[in-house]
């Protein structure tokens, strides 16, 4: 071999063991790049694992705000409270509900002075402090007061509003002793004058034992009440047709056989148990009428289908 190929050989140099000023034996920046690309691709397509989800369970108040809003609800409670006492104490106090006046409404028997009497309300006390219920009891100890009704009118005034028995007869049950009855048979009151108004007699009931006690439950006993019934029954036909006028007293004292004076006329009329009473009062009237200035005694207490209806004149 020549001597210039040989110097040709050994001018060729090795790019790992020597060293060429400017030039890097490094990487080129692209392919640094690619590598990049390729790691980051890697590591995005692992799967990461899953995290454990918290599941949101509302929170539990803390001990300090339980206790506040337990000490914050006591307070109101006591606020409220102190304002009822306070108020009540005013209205009880205050002379501004004093009673000034008692109003006394649906009267007509009984005189409105008595009712405020019997109420024994004290005027100027406070009309708070006036017991209704006693105010009721305290009325209708009066046997005409059937019922009462007690408000108050604020600020000062007290209404007492009263449903009156009304007399409807009366029974007689001594020498001109005449206790005076409503319609359901209480006992109002006695009479030494008798009024103007039906008279019966013949009752059942003991009125000297009734007239003796208090109070307006005095009545009369089961069986003069039915009778009572029929007395009523017996004023209203007469009513309808014009003949009540005529009738002076009512004598129940056999059910069977009710009888009715006719002062005026002289007569007597037997009415018997009053079953179809319509038609009987009708035979009256026309006995009325046909034997005018007789006295005597009418028969109508038979059966009215065999017109067993007849008049006997006194002798």
């Known amino acids: 071999m020549s001597q210039k190929k040989k110097q040709n050989v050994n001018n060729k ?31 995005k ?20 705000e339980k206790r506040r809003y337990a000490w914050d609800k006591i307070v109101k409670i006591v606020l409220v409270f102190c304002l009822f006492v306070g108020a009540g104490a005013f209205l009880c106090i205050s002379p501004v509900f004093n009673v000034q006046e008692i109003i ?46 007690v408000s108050r009118v604020l600020p ?15 029974l007689e049950f001594a020498e001109g002793k005449y206790a005076i009855l409503d319609g359901q048979g209480y006992v109002l009151g006695i009479a030494a004058e008798p009024k103007e108004l039906p008279v019966i007699t013949g ?21 003069d009440l039915k009778r009572l019934e029929t007395v009523a029954n017996i004023i209203q036909t ?11 007293k009512i004598d129940i004292s056999n059910s069977d056989n009710i009888k009715l004076i006719l ?30 200035g007789k006295n005597g005694e009418m028969f109508i207490n038979g059966d009215l289908t065999e017109k067993r209806v007849f008049f006997r004149e006194n002798v």
């Open 13 to 43: 140099f090795n790019f790992d063991d020597e060293y060429i000023i400017g030039i890097s034996t490094t990487a080129s920046p692209s392919k640094q790049k690619s590598s990049k690309k390729n790691v980051s691709k890697k590591t």
């Open 45 to 64: 397509n692992k799967v990461k694992p899953k995290k454990m989800q918290k599941k949101n369970f509302p929170e539990r108040p803390k001990m300090h």
């Open 104 to 149: 006394v409404e649906n009267n007509n028997l009984v005189p409105a002075d008595t009712i405020r009497s019997l109420s024994r309300v004290e005027l100027y006390k406070n009309i708070f402090r006036v017991d209704s219920s006693e105010m009721l009891e305290y009325i209708q100890e009066n046997p005409y007061i059937d019922s009462a009704r």
């Open 156 to 170: 000062n005034k007290i209404k007492i509003a009263v449903e009156e028995r009304i007399e409807k007869y009366l």
């Open 203 to 223: 009752a059942k009931t003991n009125i000297d034992e009734l007239v003796q006690v208090k109070g307006n439950k005095n009545r009369l006993c089961e069986k």
């Open 238 to 248: 007469a009513q309808n047709y014009e003949v009540y006028t005529y009738i002076t």
């Open 263 to 292: 002062a005026s006329e002289g007569k007597i009329v037997h009415l018997g148990n009053c079953t179809d009473l319509n038609t009987r009062i009708l035979f009256m009237k026309e006995i009325i009428n046909s034997q005018k």
